[in-house]
């Protein structure tokens, strides 16, 4: 179950190369209803989107941010 979820979270993730492959599909198929599914598809979506915002906004997260105004001052 969980090979297949991660299956097809990187397949998702990476769509633009590898067009979700078929034999991904018949494997979350598988394991996983239509709406669970849908549910693990957004989820993947929503994360994917919120990696994508963060990566162009330049976003640094909150326990780095102390290290780079040290690094900045020097």
Do not use: C
Request: glycine share 2%; aromatic share 6%; hydrophobic share 45%.
């Amino acid at each position: 179950m969980e090979r297949a979820a991660l299956s097809w979270t990187e397949s998702l993730t990476l769509v633009a190369q590898t067009h979700v492959p078929d034999e991904v599909f018949v494997e979350v198929k598988k394991e996983f209803s239509e709406a669970e599914i849908v549910d693990l598809t957004y989820a993947v979506m929503a994360i994917n989107g919120w990696n994508r915002m963060a990566i162009s906004m330049k976003v640094v997260p909150e326990e780095n941010k102390a290290t780079m105004k040290k690094d900045n001052a020097r």
